[in-house]
């Protein structure tokens, strides 16, 4: 240690998934952990541009097209951010992914945690790190949602991701059942149940993407809702804003993830998915 340099220990907790793969690496490579993850770490801030990007674990047009079950875990959807939404396998609720963590909200309305080794057929996510922040709601009136990202957003052909805490004067939620595999999503979402919050202070994690990609994800807002107390949620219909914190990241890059199950490599993707994507989301 070279004179006058300071040593900070750190205590960090890895998931199970993680730990293997660094002991692992400390076997191959003889280098401690603490130097893995220090190296991992130099690599992240280092690197900014190459983290800034939207991972889609599988194109979007598959969920539309009945293909619930991927072999995508949780775990390896979390290697590629810490902030996002998707669905579960067998299209069994909501995803919600918040500073780290993955929420799943049933068709019951019950919030419920979730473990590494579940399995998704789709879900966006990324490292959330915000490039602006704007207070909304000292006015008397609430509000809307998207006319007021409207007014936030700088460009419609650029991805964002989107992050509000506060306080909400309403919130219309969704939560889509349980589905049996290839049954379309514009079928399988036709009677799903609605939750709707008054006067609730929770979190919304989102997106916006860009019409020309709605093949890939979900044009527009694309939004989830998480109450503060965490045993509430679902995907956002309609909400009014409060008094609000809104947090936004431009995101130069999409990264897509192509699944190798068979139902994806020999089913027919090229069909026109828009009418039924929103149809579906709305």
Request: proline share 4%; hydrophobic share 35%; with cysteine.
């Amino acid at each position: 240690m070279a004179d006058g340099e300071k040593v900070t220990e750190l205590e960090v907790l890895l998931s199970y998934d993680t730990l293997k793969q660094v002991t692992a690496a400390v076997e191959r490579t003889g280098c401690s952990a603490s130097d893995l993850v220090e190296q991992a770490l130099r690599q992240f801030f280092s690197d900014r541009e190459k983290t800034n990007a939207v991972y889609l674990s599988a194109p979007i047009n598959a969920l539309v097209e009945g293909l619930y079950v991927e072999n995508t875990t949780v775990a390896r959807i979390r290697r590629h951010g810490d902030f996002g939404l998707g669905t579960f396998d067998y299209l069994d609720g909501e995803m919600v992914i918040l500073d780290g963590r993955v929420y799943q909200v049933r068709s019951d309305g019950n919030v419920y945690s979730v473990a590494g080794d579940q399995h998704s057929p789709f879900a966006c996510v990324t490292f959330f790190s915000p490039d602006t922040f704007d207070d909304i709601g000292d006015g008397l009136a609430p509000h809307d949602l998207e006319k007021t990202l409207d007014d936030l957003i700088p460009s419609r052909n650029m991805l964002y991701a989107i992050r509000i805490d506060g306080e909400f004067e309403h919130v219309k939620c969704r939560a889509a059942p349980r589905s049996e595999n290839y049954k379309p999503l514009v079928e399988a979402t036709k009677d799903q149940p609605v939750f709707e919050f008054r006067n609730v202070t929770g979190s919304l994690a989102g997106f916006y993407t860009p019409r020309f990609m709605e093949s890939l994800n979900a044009p527009g807002y694309h939004v989830h809702f998480l109450a503060e107390d965490r045993l509430r949620g679902g995907h956002v219909m309609q909400c009014s804003l409060k008094k609000v914190r809104i947090g936004i990241q431009h995101i130069p890059r999409l990264d897509v993830g192509l699944p190798v199950t068979l139902d994806y490599l020999t089913t027919d993707l090229t069909r026109d998915i828009g009418k039924d994507l929103d149809k579906a989301e709305k």
